[in-house]
């Protein structure tokens, strides 16, 4: 038997091989299904997205849109999908920042700065999540009520009520607009080839700030300031940003567990540059803190992307803790629906699809940034 023939009977078998597979999977898939099918009929339980057009009935804490107890499963559930967005993508960002700043200060030769990164990430990085997230909890409701309010210069506040903080006074759907802005205009300006990150970052912040002011300008009521400042009152505060207390406990506490794990990866990488590269840099007269941002930084990044990106994954799924101390995330609103209307699989195929939809967009976003960073011809 020649080679040609040999090649198309295993080009053949492959193929018998695979379609077999396909089948099996599609049969179990379809036995599954109408077991299911059975069952939820013999319960007398209807099956299907009908539901998703009916009142809920029930309230939340948290929403970033307008809500009330007759929106229908699909706004609910809706609003919990942009909240656990929401959270994730906020405490993806600070951890990010934070864990940056104690890697590099885990990399340091100063001995004080070394032990208190240290002592940080062995604490943070070694209790779990949960107990994190119930321990702030605790800490935050037990705080003094809004007369006795903890304020920084007066212009915010935090008590056993939350977080009151100044911001634009505009409604929540124009503040999702400003976001989104913001996202958009770091989406050009990072792609840009021409600028250095520093340069990137400063031009970031200074576009973005004049969007959020531009939309603030155009959607303000015509007869009051675009900001909003928060004022105590009594025994409530009026004007401003209120943050319940769930959602700055789910903030501290992912931040400072994600940021430790940030900050090992950090030090992985930058512990990865040759040491004769930044040997180069001194011999050619370079600071410690341009060689850290021109040389330690752009090498390590290429070794730092992959984990990071498992790690903004790991801190999207964290949120659905959110249920353990009802915040509303989305996990919380599946959670509550399943109950109310006891549609179990549709909510759990939702809950499902939502979170492979987020993660694997993270991770296409992560791909996307370790090709723009690998060498050439790597």
Known sequence: MDAAALKLRR???????????VVFVVLVIWVAISTAHT????????????FLERATGWSYSFS????????SYSKTLLIGFLNTLFLGLICIVLSTILGFAIGTARDARQLGLNSLATVYIQIFRNLPLILQLVFWYAVLIHMPGPRQAF?????????????????FNVSPTVVL???AAVVLLAVVIFRQKSLQPVQKLLLWLVSGSGAMLLLAWIFAPADSSIFSIPAQQGLRFRGG???PIELVAMILAITLYGSAYIAEVVRGGLNEVPSGLTEAGKALGLSSRAIWFHVKVPMALRTIMPPLGNQWIFIMKAT???VAIGFSDLFYIVSTSITQSGQTLELMGLLMLSFLLINYSLAQLV????????????
Do not use: C, W, Y
Request: aromatic share 6%; no cysteine.
């Open 11 to 21: 080009s053949r078998r492959d193929m018998l091989v695979q379609t077999l597979l």
């Open 39 to 50: 069952n939820l009929t013999e319960l007398n339980m209807t099956s299907g997205f009908g």
């Open 367 to 378: 791909n996307f940034m370790n090709a723009r960073l690998a060498l050439k011809g790597h």
């Open 151 to 167: 304020t920084m210069g007066e212009v915010a506040f935090l008590s056993n009520r939350g977080l009151m903080l100044p911001g």
């Open 320 to 322: 659905t803790l959110g």
């Open 241 to 243: 940003i209120g943050v």
């Open 64 to 71: 970033l849109i307008d809500r009330s107890i007759d929106d």
């Open 177 to 179: 607009a400003m976001f």
